[in-house]
Each structure stands twice: as structure tokens, then as C-alpha cells.
């Protein structure tokens, strides 16, 4: 089992940056694919980025390339994401997810964070 809780969210004026933790329990992070997901008001959950546990690969919804950057902790049982340019549509509560590698769909989540960016 893996519990997840995140931080770090908040509001900020567009172009802002923000940092956003999640912290795991129950197990070290390194042994699973972590990513991060968001979910604006009156719409679905949506893939922001995920970092996975063979050879640290990371991967962008084009939305947030170039922008956001995950990685992880060296205590090893936390995982970043780093929110630069932001953007009013960024809005969003954003949830860190856990998986086994090899798995499709992500198995643990957190309970979120809300980010606001102001215009």
C-alpha cells in the first residue's frame, strides 16, 4: 500500500511559478511510476506529467511542456512538480498518483491540491 499527500498549492498571478510535493508513505517511491494529474472545474481529470521507476523517464501533456518539470526527491520518498509560466487554464486541483511498473492505469492517489492562477 502507498499513501500520497500532496502540497505546495496555492494562488498565484499568471506567469507565476509554484512547486508542488507529494509525499509517500508505506512505501519508497522509487520502486513506482509516479505522476501527477489536474482537474478544473466542471471537467474531467486530466494527465499533466508522470515520471516512471525504469531509468527515470518523464513524460509532458503538450499543454504543460516546457513549463512544469517532475522529478524526484532525494530522500526518495517524495516527488516534485515544478509549475513555471503559469496560466489561468492551469487552475485546477491537482492529484499525485502512484502505479506498479508495468501496470496502465495508476493504482494510489493523494487527496489533491488546488492551484488558482490569477489573470
Known amino acids: 500500500q502507498v499513501q500520497l499527500v500532496e502540497s505546495g498549492g496555492g494562488l498565484v498571478q499568471t506567469g507565476g511559478s509554484l512547486r508542488l510535493a507529494c509525499a509517500a508513505s508505506?512505501?519508497?517511491?522509487?520502486?513506482?511510476?509516479m505522476g501527477w494529474f489536474r482537474q478544473a472545474p466542471g471537467k474531467g481529470r486530466e494527465f499533466v506529467t508522470a515520471?516512471?521507476?525504469?531509468?527515470?523517464?518523464?513524460y509532458y501533456a503538450d499543454s504543460v511542456k516546457a513549463r512544469f518539470t517532475i522529478s524526484r526527491g532525494n530522500a526518495k520518498n517524495t516527488v516534485y512538480l515544478q509549475m513555471n509560466s503559469l496560466k489561468p487554464e492551469d487552475t485546477a486541483v491537482y492529484y499525485c498518483?502512484?502505479?506498479?511498473?508495468?501496470?496502465?492505469?495508476?493504482?494510489?492517489w493523494g487527496q489533491g491540491t488546488q492551484v488558482t492562477v490569477s489573470s
Open positions: 498518483a502512484a502505479k506498479i511498473p508495468g501496470r496502465t492505469s495508476f493504482d494510489y
Open positions: 508505506g512505501r519508497t517511491v522509487n520502486s513506482y511510476d
Open positions: 515520471i516512471y521507476w525504469r531509468r527515470n523517464n518523464t
